[in-house]
Structures are given as C-alpha cells and as structure tokens.
C-alpha cells in the first residue's frame, strides 16, 4: 500500500494524463479489492476494465484494456482508480483482510471435496460458462490425441459468426473474439506439450490462414489479433524445434510464408529464426528459394526484403547490394541505402562513389533524396573538400529553391568563405522567381523567408513589398519592425486583426488580442494613444455579445 500515493500516480502517467484522470473519477464502478490487486470498471469512450496491482516486484503497477493502456501505459483509468482507492484508504487494509480470508476460505472448502463433488461443481460452471467448456473440450480432445476434434474446435475458436454483426465483427466485440481466438493458440501450445508437435504444426498453419481471413472482418483497432497472430508464430516455431520436420518441406513453407504466398498479413515470421531446424540442408534449399524468387522478380518488395535479410546473416555485403542494385529508386534513395551498407562493412570509398552516382542519376535533382545530399555533403566535409560541398548546395538548391535548401547552401559556403558571393546569386535566383507572375506564390514567400533568416529586415520587408507575402510573414515582419517602422507595421497588424473579428471561438479571440497589444505598442510609438482607445471602444461595442474574448481583453487590460 505504501506505493499507492498520488505522487506515485502522477509519476507512472504523467501530468497530462493524471490531470485528465480527474474527471473520470465519478467514472468508477464495480470496484473490487482483492489481497495486493484492486480491479475496477472505469467508464470513458467504452467501459474499460482496469487492475491495479499494489505491492508487486516493481512496487505500485496497473493494466487497462484501454488503447493507450494496451500500449503499456499508465493511462487516466489507472490513475482514476488509484484516487478512488486513496479516497477510501482507511478502509482498505480491512478489505485486503477480508479478500484474504475469502480466498483462503474457498481454498480449504475446496480441498475438503471429494472427487465426486468436485466433479459435479465442475460440470455446474460447464453448463453455466460457454467459453469455460470450449475451453476444456478442446484440452480434451488434445490429450486424448483426437486431432478431428482439435480442428474442430479451434475452426469454431476463430469463427467470428458468434461476434458479428452483418458479417463484421465490430470494436466493441473485437475483444472477446481476440479472447476467444487465444484460447487457440493455447490448444496448439499444449498440443506441442503433449508430444504432438506434428499435429501442432500442422494447426498452426491452418489457424494462420484462418486468422487472417478473419482479420478482414474485425475492427482490430487495438491491435489484439496482431497479438495473436505473433503468439501462433511462436507457437508454430515451437513445434517445429519439437518435431524437427523436414528440412526441405519447412525451407519452401517458410519461403511461400515470406513471399506472401499465403495470405497472412499477421504472423510475421522470420525464416532466420529456424536456423536451428533447418540446418545447413534446409538453410540451402531456403537460400536457393530466395534466390530464384529475386530473380523472377527483382523489384518485388518481399523477395528484395527475403534477399536482404539473408545476405546479411550471411554477411555478404556484395549481395546485398546486388539486391538494391537491381532495383535503384529515381531519387537516389537506393544509392544511399548502398552507401550506408558499405560504410558499415568499411569501403567508404565505394561507398562514396554510390552516393556521387546517385546525385548524377537522380533524373531530377529537385527530387532527389535530401538525405542522399546530407549525407555526400557531410563526406566531403570531413574529406576537406569544402569546395564539392559547396558545389552540391549549390546545385540543389538551383533545383530546389526552398528556405531550407538556402539555410544548407548559406552554411557549406560560410565554411568556406564564400557566402558572400553565393548569397548574391541566390537571392537573384529568387528575386527572378518572385518577379514571374506565374511563380510569384513560389518565388516571393521563400526570398521573403530567405531574408528573414538572414536577420535583413529592411530588405525582406522591400521585398513583401514588392514581390507579396503570406500573412504569417508579414507579421513576422511586422513584430520585427515594430520599434523601428511603428506606422508601417500598425497598417499590418490592423489588416491582419480586421477578419478575426468577424469569427468566434477561444483561437481566435486569443489570436485577436495578441494583435491589439501589438496594435498598442505602436500607437504609444507615434504617440497616438487616443486614436487606440477609440477603436478599442468602438470594438468593444461591436464585439460585446463574444464573452470569451471580453473577458480576454479585460485580462490584458485593452
């Protein structure tokens, strides 16, 4: 108990979400104390189920069923529960007693029964709890070896009939069948157990196709079959280690598994991880697989990614690249995924001549890869060859002439001492932009930008002048020019303040008083006071129905 403070709560979620638990506590029901647990349902977008764990090895816990919480977060219901429980503290260690004593109670009830009677308790909960005598069915029917039976039952574990509605199986209910769908991954689990880890090979597969059909049908949004699907890839990997099939026959299942031959977007399964079982007979047959797959299909994004992964845990960094190499992106993304690979295995030289190859190929250097560039940019400097990098900035940002690309070009030149002259030939670059009609809204907010960066005011505010702005320039310029320009940036921020008064809502009306203390400033800068307390009269008459926003101006004293 000495882990449940609010303290505590607040460092396991976090301010924001302690804060938001707040008003949920009227939200908690059916709470449930237990002898080091407390369970609770917790009302919110759906009711939620919701356990806090007390005294556990890494003090005070909890899990949700919420989204966030099947994240592995400490969400607001925890936290919710954790207050309702401190609320009533003095209480608790009478009712941990109680739920002590219940348990132990039930405990020696239970052991004094005999055979017979517990079997008849048995069959009473069988009769009364569906999912209770499925479950007990399907353990029957794998310890008696009766794989029918097995089948069967784990086709009826994963049939969404019970759960949908129109043939969907929607949120509300997803999580019962993912339940549900469990409790046939635990069949298959216990079927390896039990010395059957043929029979629980060949389920495995079956469930994985079944699984998937049902994938299409239900909201998954919780990710609770993904879950699953990573708990039966598991459970297939066991019994193969346990059965040892045949190399060859696992090799070209796990290789159709990969290529998408079977349609399973939920169990993803590495062939690597059964090294172990398909020994170096199976690892050839899968190898020869991969290949031959690759090269009926260079481009396909399962086989390149079969290749990759194979390569690489045989450390042949030549084949990975023949891997990318078969299939280069036009944008030199490829090149640069190739460069990192031999930087990794140490031939930076080639590594560099990739990268330099596919600034050369890249069909448009105004889409190339900015990564690519950063990355050749950075090679030549630690080389020395300021020069070359200053040449790729350049280049790049002929072809692509954003704020950014200025921002790289203005750094690589100022290493070499060269900006000045770079600095003159792209603002001429943007001004002919700017000065194009047709460009205007592409060349003018970026030369705006460009001078901004470059802290020349008078010259960016010339140029909005000249060539336009957006509004988010001007009253950049305009906070900018203030103590200098007062009369010039009033014009602006009354423009900009004008449409805001014709809307509602808090954004707005915190937006609207930013712009009257702006508008302020400059009015005591041309000492015209007065002609600010008028119009700040007049809007107040005019805007006098919006609560918000007099109440805004009251805190700022307008």
Not at 70 to 92: D, I, M, P, W, Y
Not at 242 to 269: F, N, Q, S, Y
Not at 527 to 541: K, N, Q
Request: charged share 30%; hydrophobic share 45%.
């Amino acid at each position: 108990m000495r882990g449940l403070t609010e303290a505590n709560l607040k460092t396991l979620a976090g301010a924001r979400s302690f804060e938001r638990a707040l008003g949920y506590l009227d939200a908690v029901s059916v709470v449930e104390v237990g002898d080091g647990w407390v369970t609770a349902s917790v009302h919110g977008t759906d009711r939620y189920e919701v356990e806090l764990t007390l005294d556990g090895p890494g003090g005070l816990s909890g899990a949700c069923d919420c989204p966030y919480g099947l994240e592995g977060n400490f969400c607001k219901h925890l936290v919710a529960l954790g207050l309702t429980v401190l609320a009533q503290r003095e209480s608790l260690p009478r009712q941990r007693k109680a739920a002590r004593e219940r348990a132990q109670g039930l405990d020696g009830w239970l052991s004094a029964l005999s055979k017979d009677e517990l079997l008849a308790l048995l069959r009473e909960q069988i009769d009364e709890d569906r999912q209770l005598r499925r479950r007990l069915e399907l353990r029957a029917a794998s310890a008696r070896g009766d794989l029918t039976a097995v089948r069967s039952r784990i086709r009826d574990l994963l049939d969404i009939g019970p759960f949908a509605q129109y043939g969907y199986v929607e949120y509300a209910d997803a999580r019962a069948y993912a339940d549900q769908a469990g409790q046939a991954v635990s069949a298959i689990g216990a079927l390896t157990g039990s010395g059957r880890a043929a029979d629980a090979i060949t389920l495995a597969r079956e469930a994985m196709r079944l699984l998937a059909e049902a994938l299409e049908s239900v909201d998954d949004s919780d990710g609770r079959l993904g879950q699953i699907g990573a708990d039966l890839a598991d459970a297939h990997l066991d019994a193969c280690r346990a059965a040892r099939p045949d190399p060859e026959e696992l090799a070209r299942w796990l290789v159709g598994h990969a290529l998408g031959d079977i349609d399973d977007g939920l169990t993803d399964i590495d062939p690597l991880d059964y090294d172990d079982v398909l020994g170096e007979e199976g690892m050839a047959v899968l190898r020869k697989l991969a290949v031959e797959a690759w090269r009926r299909n260079r481009r396909g994004w399962a086989e390149k990614h079969l290749m990759e992964r194979l390569a690489k845990a045989g450390g042949n960094v030549d084949a990975v690249i023949a891997v990318h190499a078969a299939d280069l992106a036009p944008n030199g993304h490829t090149h640069l995924v190739i460069a990192r690979e031999l930087d990794a295995a140490r031939r930076s030289d080639e590594a560099l001549d990739w990268a330099e190859r596919g600034i050369r190929d890249a069909r448009e250097l105004s889409a190339v890869d900015t990564a690519l560039v950063d990355y050749l940019c950075d090679r030549y400097a630690r080389a020395g060859r300021i020069a070359d990098a200053v040449a790729v900035r350049r280049d790049h940002f002929r072809a692509r002439r954003s704020l950014l690309a200025y921002q790289q070009l203005r750094a690589a030149a100022r290493a070499a001492d060269s900006w000045p002259a770079e600095r003159e030939e792209a603002l001429a670059l943007l001004r002919a932009d700017a000065e194009r009609p047709q460009q205007s809204w592409y060349g003018g907010p970026v030369l705006v930008d460009a001078l901004l960066d470059d802290k020349d005011v008078d010259a960016a505010w010339q140029a909005a002048t000249a060539t336009g702005a957006d509004d988010r320039q001007w009253l950049t310029l305009a906070d900018l020019a203030r103590a200098t320009r007062p009369a010039d940036a009033l014009s602006v921020y009354l423009r900009l303040a004008e449409p805001l008064t014709g809307q509602t809502g808090n954004t707005a009306y915190e937006q609207l008083v930013g712009l009257l203390l702006s508008i302020r400033d400059c009015h005591r800068g041309l000492g015209t006071e007065d002609e600010f307390a008028a119009y700040v009269t007049a809007l107040r008459t005019a805007q006098k129905r919006k609560r918000n926003l007099m109440r805004l101006m009251d805190e700022h004293g307008l």
